[in-house]
């Protein structure tokens, strides 16, 4: 059974920080591009950052460059999500999500607030 499960969100004031992560079971973890999305009220689900499979390159939206890092453990099955320098505009829902192929999988979210 595919799962993906995120952690670590929660209530930060601006300028904070918070790791959010992502553990995943039922598939091959090392085979698949990971990514983390999300969806503030009132607003379609954006793609945050991307790590591929392979070398672990990365991607960021230019919302986000300089301030997260996306990272993954091949070997702990999971992906992480480092956000500094926290600003009101990254309050959302994170999600992540597994890609390889037509195959793809998503997470729950975890909610990330950042307010004073």
């Known amino acids: 059974q595919v799962q993906l499960v995120e952690s670590g969100g929660g209530l930060v004031q601006p300028g904070g920080s918070l790791r959010l992560s992502c553990v995943v079971s039922?598939?091959?973890?090392?085979?698949?591009?990971m990514s983390w999305y999300r969806q503030a009220p009132g607003k379609e689900r954006e793609l945050v950052a991307t790590i591929t499979s392979g070398d672990g390159s990365t991607n960021y939206t230019d919302s986000v460059k300089g301030r997260f890092t996306i990272s993954r453990g091949n070997a702990k099955n999971t992906m992480y999500l480092t956000m500094n320098s926290l600003k009101p505009e990254d309050t959302a829902v994170y999600y992540c999500?597994?890609?390889?192929?037509?195959?793809?999988?998503w997470g729950q979210g975890t909610q990330v607030t950042v307010s004073s």
């Open positions: 039922g598939f091959t973890f090392s085979n698949y591009a």
């Open positions: 999500h597994a890609k390889r192929l037509s195959y793809g999988y």
